[in-house]
């Protein structure tokens, strides 16, 4: 099982520069999630997805899309990359939005902005 | 909105037991979950207490007191694979999960 897959793994970006963050889950969930960690802030959320058509920002939404191409993929992107937008992005998803429900994590993006 | 106090750093020596609390004040409460972090790596699904109590899973358990906003972590027979950050994350509502700062565990021989 992949679970979720997050591509690239590693990007260096200049600021200014735009690009897409891809996520990829195959366990049929409904639910999908955009996490940014930062040393010392845990786990903010993004945006999320509750199900596929429907997206909703999160705590940090600002200078982010995301688009929810299909119930399987959940796309992150930075429009106009900025220094303070360098962190550790994670996708995640779960069945749904459920406090129960388990959220299962990508392996993240390490995204650096200079 | 939605807080939660977790300490930032806890050490303890491998074969002990130790506890990692959790207070949280947020306007609905529907559970409180665990997510175990390795360095490096993506947080890892732990538990979850809807209802007041003890939930045990092998050396992990954790508890949940909704009358005190309150929960713990506990680890024991610790390992040195233990060793990561330890996130708790409660929903406050019909909305996602909310993260803690996390705790970051090292077990010392």
């Known amino acids: 099982n992949a679970g979720v897959t997050q591509t690239p793994k590693f990007q260096v970006l200049k600021t200014g520069q735009s690009m897409t963050l891809q996520c990829a889950q195959d366990m049929n969930h409904n639910s999908m999630y955009w996490y940014r960690q930062d040393p010392g802030m845990g786990l903010r959320l993004i945006y999320y997805s509750a199900s596929e058509g429907t997206t909703d920002k999160g705590e940090v939404p600002n200078g982010y899309n995301v688009s929810r191409l299909n119930k399987r993929e959940f796309s992150l992107r930075l429009e106009s990359a900025a220094p303070s937008q360098t962190s550790v992005y994670f996708c995640a998803s779960s069945e749904d939005g459920g406090g129960g429900q388990p959220q299962h994590f990508g392996d993240g993006t390490r995204l650096s902005i200079l | ?109």
């Open chain 2, 1 to 109: 909105g939605q807080s939660l106090e977790q300490p930032s750093e806890v050490t303890a020596v491998e074969g002990a037991i130790v506890q990692i609390n959790c207070t949280y004040q947020t306007s609905g409460f529907y559970g409180l979950s665990w997510y175990q972090q390795h360095d490096g790596g993506a947080p890892t699904f732990l538990s979850y207490n809807a209802l007041d109590g003890l939930e045990e899973t092998g050396r992990f358990s954790s508890f949940l007191s909704r009358s005190d906003s309150y929960g713990y972590l506990l680890l024991q027979e610790l390992q040195m694979k233990d060793s990561a950050s330890y996130f708790c994350a409660v929903r406050p509502g019909n909305t996602p999960l909310v993260f803690g700062k996390g705790t970051r565990l090292s077990v010392i021989a």
